[in-house]
């Protein structure tokens, strides 16, 4: 099993920062993709970036240029650093896990509002 550990969420004004954490333990394998997602209020859960073991990234459209993904294997932690924060950024935000067979491991989500 995999457990996945959030941290770094909050609130903070618009055109400000933060930086969201994810911290992996249990039964990990180091071929694995690891994302950030968010899903506001009556709204599908949807993808925020991802990022594959070789480093391979890719972004959602509404974030690129402002959110940066990135990993240290080394702590089994994946980080989004947040920038430029925008009202329509709020949200809860979730770390994902995914395995190279494809399953799946999801953290607690973790609130980030951004006030206007």
């Known amino acids: 099993q995999v457990q996945l550990v959030e941290s770094g969420g909050g609130l903070v004004q618009a055109g400000g920062s933060l930086r969201l954490s994810c911290v992996a333990s249990?039964?990990?394998?180091?071929?694995?993709?690891m994302a950030w997602y968010r899903q506001a209020p009556g709204k599908q859960r949807e993808l925020v970036a991802r990022?594959?073991?070789?480093?391979?990234?890719n972004y959602a459209d509404s974030v690129k240029g402002r959110f940066t993904i990135s990993r240290d294997n080394a702590k089994n932690t994946v980080y989004l650093q947040m920038n430029s924060l925008k009202p329509l950024d709020t949200s809860v935000y979730y770390c994902?896990?995914?395995?190279?067979?494809?399953?799946?491991?999801w953290g607690q989500g973790t609130q980030v509002t951004v006030s206007s």
């Open positions: 994902n896990l995914r395995t190279i067979v494809n399953r799946d491991y």
């Open positions: 249990g039964s990990i394998f180091s071929i694995n993709t």
């Open positions: 990022i594959t073991s070789s480093g391979s990234t």
